[in-house]
């Protein structure tokens, strides 16, 4: 059965750089390998269960799995813009600081990381006496990603 928008899919996958280095997996063996064992060592590595249009994937991905059906193996090499976008494409957002203290729970200081209710994470690049910059820009942004999909069920 062909993926379409809607189907639950279970996929193996492992992203790299343009360089060749492995930034995301869901394989171990890959994760030791690339080091993120150890920069992400509560992380259960194993396959991911997606629904296909739902948005929990990046739309190069998503697009790319589409036709796709269970056993196939792909590489999808996917642009910035169908991935997290361009670096510096306006992703910084100002926050009155009495606000941004309030949703927080401390004063704000120059690189600390936060995280959204969203889930989107940011850094402080800016605090003064009356409001809080954070720029929301994705680490991967600016990036071409490659990923070596294997799909592995089609529901």
Excluded: C, W
Aim: charged share 30%; net charge negative.
């Amino acid at each position: 059965m062909a993926i379409t928008a809607g189907d639950t899919v279970t996929i193996e996958y492992t992203g790299r750089l343009d360089d060749g280095s492995v930034f995301d997996t869901t394989k171990e063996s890959v994760a030791e390998e690339a080091g993120l064992l150890e920069e992400q060592p509560d992380r259960e590595f194993g396959p991911l269960t997606v629904e296909v249009g739902a948005g929990n994937l990046i739309e190069g991905m998503e697009d790319g799995l589409l036709g796709l059906e269970a056993g196939d193996t792909e590489t999808l090499t996917i642009p910035p813009e169908e991935a997290y976008g361009e670096a510096g494409d306006g992703q910084s957002r100002e926050f009155d600081r009495e606000q941004f203290e309030g949703m927080v729970g401390q004063e704000p200081v120059e690189g600390m990381e936060v995280r959204t209710q969203g889930g989107a994470s940011g850094s402080v690049v800016d605090a003064d006496a009356d409001t809080v910059t954070v720029d929301f820009t994705h680490p991967l942004a600016g990036e071409t990603l490659t990923f070596e999909i294997e799909v592995v069920d089609v529901e």
